[in-house]
C-alpha cells in the first residue's frame, strides 16, 4: 500500500504500477479501490493530494522544524 501511494505522490498510472509489480492494470484499480475505501477518499485525484502530502512528511518527518 505504502508503494503504490508513493507511486501516485509521483503521478504513475495503473499501467505503470501494474508493470512495476508484475500484475494486470485491472488488479491494480482493485487495489487502489480498496485503499481509497479503507482511508475514506472519494477520488483518485484525492488519493494523489493525499499520497504526495504523505511523501513529503516521510521526507521531513519534523515538518521543517529546526532546533531541539
Do not use: C, F
Not at 503504490?4 to 488488479?27: G, H, Q, Y
Not at 475505501?37 to 521543517?64: C, F, H, S
Amino acid at each position: 500500500e505504502q508503494k503504490m501511494l508513493s507511486w501516485l505522490a509521483n503521478d504513475l498510472d495503473n499501467k505503470e504500477i501494474a508493470r512495476l509489480l508484475e500484475i494486470v492494470p485491472s488488479t491494480v484499480r482493485s487495489h487502489l479501490r480498496i485503499l481509497r475505501i479503507k482511508l475514506g477518499l472519494e477520488t483518485r485525484d484525492q488519493m494523489v493530494v493525499y499520497a504526495q502530502g504523505l511523501d513529503k512528511a516521510l521526507a521531513n518527518p519534523r515538518g521543517g522544524l529546526t532546533g531541539g
